[in-house]
């Protein structure tokens, strides 16, 4: 089982069409964010899916900082 979680409300893929897309996840363990390009080395967004990627990767920041934050002592 792995530590990451993607972001489920990201949808990104190549504008090309060859299939490739696009993943943000979170690992659950200590807050590292992945951004992964998936089959291929590089991918060229249309605007669009750039403002998608860019608001999943400020989503995965604020999970991670979520997770790694430390408890306060109130």
Same mark, same amino acid.
């Given at each position: 089982?792995? !530590?990451? /979680?993607?972001? =489920?409300? *990201?949808? @990104?893929?190549? #504008?090309? &069409?060859? &299939?490739?897309? #696009?993943?943000v996840? +979170?690992? *659950?363990?200590? &807050?590292?964010?992945?951004?992964?390009? *998936?089959? +291929?080395?590089?991918?060229l967004?249309?605007?669009? !899916? %750039?403002?998608? #990627? %860019?608001? @999943? *990767?400020?989503? @995965? !920041? !604020?999970? /991670?900082?979520?997770? +790694? @934050?430390? =408890?306060?002592?109130?």
């Amino acid at each position: 089982m792995s !530590a990451f /979680s993607s972001d =489920p409300d *990201l949808s @990104a893929h190549d #504008v090309t &069409g060859n &299939g490739t897309e #696009v993943d943000v996840a +979170t690992n *659950l363990l200590n &807050g590292e964010v992945r951004l992964s390009i *998936l089959w +291929t080395q590089e991918i060229l967004l249309s605007a669009d !899916a %750039a403002d998608q #990627v %860019a608001d @999943a *990767l400020r989503r @995965a !920041a !604020a999970r /991670s900082r979520s997770i +790694t @934050a430390t =408890p306060s002592a109130d």
